[in-house]
């Protein structure tokens, strides 16, 4: 706590109004002196006006402003050294509405928790409600509550460490370092608000006040300081944000009069008191006056030198878990083989317990790792292979979140025998696997068993592993042996699960999706069987993972013909401004998620789309022919009487007489057949054939087809953009001498060549006239 801070009187607010004539509108900035000592004391005049205005507030159901406000406003009673159960029937207004809180909104529980623990209640305890347990539903083993809302992990440590949670438990340390991955790269969390409540909860997690994380929030902290000593949010400096930030500060062991918070002589203290009122009350702003119990809430304990928990729970005598059950699991297997074994305990304080196993309690005592806390009664599992055969005697202990230990379980003896050599299943299917900036792999493959190795993130070792049965984590270990690409996968012995760290030098965002779904299971636990056709391996620097699908009607089309490309997401549905790549152009994906495209050079082309936030689409591959194309004879192959006998040859071979047959677009007239150069024969009918039957002893021929549209069709389009042109200018006698001309013209044939084909070929045709 801050002292002996240089005092100065409260002498007077001065008042600067500043007219901006060009924008039409005035804005009032107010400056003031303060007149107490950092931090205000509970008797300071301030401190009592502003708790009077929360009694005359107050309700006689004992409510302040709702039941969020009285849940802040108790910790603010409480942050000024007040006993809660003295303000009328305010602890049993926040005991009756307990039911009221939202199921599915881990805030609110964390609130109130926070405000439980500000009354000395029991928050494991309280409305026949344990709190504890209640905010322990929401953590996904990474993080508590929504993905999308940071909040609820802010307010979760602070909520927790207030119940006298240990902050080195793993809900609160995963947490902690989830919060530091959502730090942005100018420092902060967003706005003012939500970065003072992470540091506020990442300081009182464990870290250290010096790191570069705390660093680095301050000093974004300070671009949001405003000349009148307030920090600001939706624009404006105002005392929500502030109040926090002087928290944020004072949890630090930071002093918010110092030199480094001051702007033009002004500190966030100076600026709160400005914004207090005659009735105790403080202002939003200078100029608005919203949710003012809110607000006095927030000032008090940010003027005393207080910050969130304002209190931490202390329970009384702590009793260890009772004894575990026997471990249940298979009584025999094979070595090398994983086998998972579960235990429960019941705690007499219905504390959070945690569990570790003996894999060998006959032996040497082969000890794993403490689980993470669970829930009093709750089933946790732990998988264990044994690496040599013969008898093992497993036993477990169960540990309360106070370290209490119980005693050890009867044991299950388990028989490993010899490897197993059964049949195993084999899942196929396609993988695709997207880097950051590229694609390591797409294709089908077939994969039963794996062995790979992993890091055991506690010892640092490389460790060989196996998986009995086709697993999602099998198909990136087979996709890898495959294309000869890198990969690290890491161990994590208290959760029991394969974390893939990185492939080459893309690390700690990747994702797998089944089906384009997110399952809810590590890629080692799931078992692919027939209904999963796609696996999806993905980097994404999110933890909302979406990913980008990519559809085209067929798989070849002629040179210039138009085709259309869509783009969707793991859902379906059409995205928008999607880049689509094309050969070497680019294009954007309409509001429908499509974009139309052709290609003017035969050939075989790759597509495949990319945006912000999505993973890479899967790479198709199309084909580009030409407006007309030889399919008879083919090019390589052996005909024998004009039938086709062999392909793959290194040059094409004809003996007899054969039928040169043509595949074009519809819009072709007319097709010429040239042979050596000089024209055989013109059809001006479908389908367009050729009988090649001249007498050749074994000569190297070339055969060619030229193909030809009717230009009619682009005199219709000139027509139609003439007469958009003319029909606002122009009488109606006009317009029909137009119409009257085209249609004169347009009786004339007006072909012009649309492309050609050619194909070499040994020919060997002695008797021509018996064909």
């Not at 409305?127 to 905010?135: L, M, R, S």
């Not at 671009?223 to 404006?236: A, E, H, I």
């Not at 309409?590 to 790479?619: A, C, H, M, Q």
């Not at 084909?623 to 192959?637: G, S, V």
Request: charged share 25%; net charge negative; proline share 3%.
């Amino acid at each position: 706590m801050l002292k002996n801070n240089k005092k100065f009187n409260f002498i007077s607010k001065i008042f600067i109004v500043i007219i901006f004539i060009n924008l039409g509108f005035s804005q009032v900035i107010v400056y003031a002196n303060t007149g107490n000592e950092y931090p205000y004391q509970p008797g300071d005049s301030e401190i009592i006006d502003a708790l009077n205005y929360l009694e005359n507030q107050q309700l006689g159901d004992g409510s302040i402003g709702g039941i969020s406000v009285s849940a802040w406003a108790t910790m603010a009673i409480s942050s000024a050294c007040q006993d809660p159960h003295n303000w009328g029937n305010l602890v049993n207004y926040l005991e009756e509405k307990s039911i009221l809180l939202d199921p599915d909104k881990a805030t609110d529980w964390e609130r109130h928790t926070l405000a439980i623990v500000a009354c000395d209640e029991n928050p494991r305890d309280f409305a026949d409600i344990n709190f504890v347990e209640k905010i322990y539903s929401f953590f996904d083993g990474n993080q508590i509550g929504e993905t999308a809302n940071l909040y609820d992990d802010f307010f979760g440590i602070l909520a927790l460490i207030s119940a006298g949670i240990d902050k080195n438990t793993s809900i609160i340390q995963n947490t902690k370092s989830y919060i530091i991955t959502k730090q942005n790269s100018n420092g902060g969390w967003g706005d003012t608000d939500s970065t003072a409540a992470a540091i506020m909860a990442l300081i009182c997690s464990g870290q250290d006040n010096n790191s570069a994380v705390i660093s680095n929030a301050f000093s974004f902290l300070k671009t949001l300081q405003t000349n009148d000593g307030g920090f600001k949010s939706w624009g404006v400096s105002n005392s929500a944000s502030t109040s926090w930030a002087v928290m944020a500060i004072s949890a630090s062991g930071k002093n918010p009069v110092g030199i480094e918070w001051q702007k033009n002589a002004n500190s966030p203290i100076s600026y709160l008191i400005n914004l207090q009122k005659e009735d105790g009350s403080f202002n939003w702003s200078f100029d608005q006056n919203i949710n003012p119990e809110w607000m006095t809430s927030y000032v008090i304990p940010a003027l005393l030198g207080k910050y969130y928990p304002v209190k931490i729970y202390k329970s009384g005598e702590n009793n260890p878990p009772n004894i575990p059950i026997k471990p249940s699991g298979k009584i025999s297997g094979y070595k090398g083989v994983s086998y998972t074994y579960s235990t429960s305990a019941t705690d007499p304080d219905s504390d959070r317990v945690q569990y570790r196993f003996d894999w060998d309690a006959n032996g040497d005592h082969d000890y794993s790792d403490w689980t993470t806390l669970d829930l009093s009664g709750h089933i946790v599992s732990l998988t264990h292979s044994w690496s040599k055969v013969g008898p093992y005697h497993v036993k477990a202990q169960a540990r309360d979140e106070y370290g209490k230990e119980s005693s050890w379980s009867p044991e299950l003896i388990v028989e490993i025998n010899k490897k197993n050599v059964n049949i195993k299943n084999e899942w196929a299917g396609f993988v695709r696997i997207e880097g950051k900036n590229n694609s390591f792999w797409q294709g089908t493959l077939t994969v039963d068993e794996t062995y790979f190795n992993a890091k055991n993130v506690d010892t640092g070792d490389i460790e060989e592993f196996y998986i009995a049965y086709p697993s999602v984590l099998g198909t990136l270990v087979k996709a890898a042996d495959l294309a000869g690409f890198s990969y690290l996968i890491e161990y994590w012995p208290s959760w029991d699960a394969f974390l893939l760290k990185s492939i080459e030098n893309d690390s700690d965002w990747w994702h797998y999706l089944v089906n384009y779904k997110i399952p809810m299971v590590g890629a080692d636990k799931y078992e692919l069987s027939e209904k999963d056709e796609i696996i999806l391996w993905g980097y994404l620097e999110n933890w909302i993972v979406h990913a980008l699908k990519i559809s085209i009607d067929k798989n070849e089309f002629y040179k210039n013909e138009e085709f259309i490309i869509s783009v969707f997401n793991e859902t379906d549905c059409g995205i928008e401004n999607a880049t689509v790549y094309v050969d070497s152009k680019t294009y954007l994906t309409d509001v429908e998620g499509n974009v139309t495209v052709n290609i003017s050079k035969p050939g075989e082309f790759i597509i495949y789309s990319e945006k912000e936030g999505f993973l890479r689409s899967e790479k198709v591959k199309i084909k580009i022919k030409k407006a007309i194309q030889i399919i008879k004879p083919l090019n390589k192959a052996l005909y024998i009487f004009n039938f086709k006998i062999k392909e793959t040859l290194k040059n094409t071979f004809i003996f007899g007489a054969i039928d040169i047959k043509v595949d074009c677009l519809e819009d072709i007239e007319k097709v010429e057949f040239y042979i050596d150069n000089e024209l055989k024969y013109t059809d001006a009918e479908k389908p367009f054939e050729y009988k090649l039957n001249e007498r050749f002893i074994l000569k190297k021929i070339n055969i060619t087809v030229k193909s030809y549209v009717n230009n009619r069709n682009y005199k219709i389009y000139n027509l139609i953009d003439e007469i958009k042109e003319l029909i606002d200018e122009t009488d109606i006698k006009t317009l029909f001498i137009l119409i009257k001309n085209f249609i004169k013209d347009y009786q004339v044939q007006d072909l012009t060549i649309a492309d050609s084909d050619t194909i070499y070929a040994f020919m060997l045709n002695l008797f021509p006239k018996i064909h």
